[in-house]
């Protein structure tokens, strides 16, 4: 049973690392660690306002519409990050 949760979780940091470097590449930004921080934020982040404003992307993919989704929050993330630095 712990290796499915192991496997999650390395799912979870992989769309995470996608999600962070896809959102550098449109707002700028690098350094993986970078990319993990902002990606597994901006996966909370959109989740939540995609919820809240009840957004469906019509993406039947689960994989592509979390990366989507991740890659939006992480965007926001950061906007943010910079407004507040």
Same mark, same amino acid.
């Given at each position: 049973m712990g290796?499915?949760?192991n &496997?999650?979780?390395l799912v979870?940091?992989?769309?995470g690392?996608v999600?962070g470097f896809?959102?550098?590449l449109?707002?700028?930004g690098?350094?993986?660690?970078?990319?993990?921080?902002?990606?597994?934020i901006?996966s909370?982040?959109?989740g939540?306002?995609f919820?809240?404003? &009840?957004?469906?992307?019509g993406?039947r993919?689960?994989?592509?519409r979390?990366?989507?989704?991740?890659?939006?929050?992480?965007?926001i993330?950061?906007i943010l990050? &910079?407004l507040i630095?």
């Amino acid at each position: 049973m712990g290796g499915n949760n192991n &496997r999650a979780i390395l799912v979870f940091l992989g769309i995470g690392i996608v999600a962070g470097f896809l959102a550098s590449l449109i707002v700028g930004g690098g350094g993986l660690i970078t990319y993990l921080i902002s990606g597994v934020i901006g996966s909370f982040v959109g989740g939540y306002l995609f919820t809240a404003l &009840r957004i469906d992307l019509g993406i039947r993919n689960d994989l592509v519409r979390q990366i989507v989704t991740s890659t939006v929050g992480a965007i926001i993330v950061v906007i943010l990050a &910079r407004l507040i630095a």
